[in-house]
């Protein structure tokens, strides 16, 4: 029964891993988990972790409203 905290605390770090590991694979294949694994990303690739913003910032753009004198645009796409 001593030994039971010990081999719990043991086992701990590798399920935490496996998760970590889980979640991983999950966000990449769904395209999620930017918030969780963005400082993970940062640390050990930072120039992916900044190009991953500017795409993120990007897609988040609205579309430019027309400057006068452009052409009217009076259909949809499609």
Known sequence: ???????????????????FVWYA????RGGSGQSL?????E???????RTNIEIQIEAERTPETPAP???LRLRGPG
């Open 25 to 28: 694979l999950r966000a990449r």
């Open 69 to 71: 004198g452009d052409p």
């Open 37 to 41: 694994m963005a400082p993970f990303e």
């Open 43 to 49: 640390i050990w690739d930072p120039v992916s972790h």
């Open 1 to 19: 029964m001593d030994l039971l905290p010990g081999l719990l605390a043991l086992l701990s770090l590798p399920l935490c891993l496996a998760g």
